[in-house]
């Protein structure tokens, strides 16, 4: 008898030490938070060595400490964000992303973090001063109803920029056969510089950078779209959504996300 329940104590502590060890009984381990990104869009997400940082590194790791989980951003194609997110492989994803409503198809979006613009780069010895330029005239509610022939505009493809800018001219956009699509924005504007393509439509602080880092650019005056940046959820993840959107809520009242944006993009 005395063995029989010496062996079921062994059994029992085996049985508790292989509990501890699956689950992390330490407690010290950390559910993860997996953001998919695309690292190169700053200031909002881009490389130092092989660091991501960039203003939404930084305001999901804000997230993931509210939440009590550790963030891991994963660098990937920014069109395979969404399926991404979609098929649970990410649970957020975040890259300067705006609603769309070809994207709530696929996936949920926390309210917005920050505003964006749509900007136009092109040659500083450019002929065009606003992106009106690039249509041939207007219909009698004040619609493009047409664009200039041979127009080629360079985008990063399934942007918003892409979006927008490969819509109907009716619906001030430029036409499919316009737009001339890149993997990266830095292929676009290499693209511009060689002559490729008459301009390059893109989010306004990377167009920033790169006009910064490349001579004979200029960024066009007037704006071409603009729109709000938020984060893209699984659908069936609505009690993801609700912490996110809770979290965002306090992060923006504490002036935690406000001082991470003025820190990449200082108010003037």
């Known amino acids: 008898m005395k ?3 010496k062996v079921a104590s062994i059994v029992l502590v085996i049985a508790m030490l292989a509990c ?3 689950c992390g009984g330490n407690g010290d381990e950390k559910e993860k938070l997996i953001m998919a990104t695309n690292a190169a869009f700053p200031p909002y997400e881009y490389k130092e060595g092989d660091k991501i940082v960039g203003i939404d590194a930084e305001i999901a790791e804000a997230i993931a400490k509210e939440l009590g989980m550790e963030l891991e951003i994963i660098d990937t194609e920014f069109g395979s964000i969404v399926g991404g997110v979609q098929s649970g492989k990410y649970d957020i994803g975040m890259a300067g992303m705006t609603v769309t409503e070809d994207r709530l198809k696929s996936v949920n979006f926390s309210t917005s973090y920050a505003k964006g613009v749509q900007s136009v780069i092109v040659l500083e010895d ?8 690039f249509y041939t005239g207007y219909d009698k509610d004040g619609n493009p109803n047409g664009v200039i022939d041979d127009l080629k505009i360079g985008v990063q493809q ?3 920029g892409d979006i927008y800018a490969s819509d109907k ?3 001030w956009g430029f036409g499919e056969d316009s737009v001339i699509r890149y993997k990266t924005g830095a292929d676009a504007v290499q693209a511009l510089i060689a002559g490729k393509v008459d301009c ?3 989010d306004n602080e990377p167009a920033k950078s790169f006009v910064e880092a490349n001579e004979g650019l200029k960024i066009l005056k007037t704006s071409y779209v603009e729109e709000d940046y938020a984060i893209a959820i699984a659908k069936e993840d609505t009690e993801l959504l609700e912490k996110i959107n809770a979290a965002l809520e306090k992060l923006t009242d504490d002036g ?3 001082g991470i944006i003025e820190k990449y993009i200082p108010a003037k």
């Open 3 to 5: 063995k029989f329940l």
């Open 20 to 22: 501890f060890a699956s």
């Open 126 to 133: 450019s002929k065009y001063t606003s992106y009106e330029d």
């Open 158 to 160: 399934d942007t918003t």
């Open 169 to 171: 001219p009716e619906k």
């Open 200 to 202: 390059v439509i893109i």
């Open 256 to 258: 935690t996300i406000p």
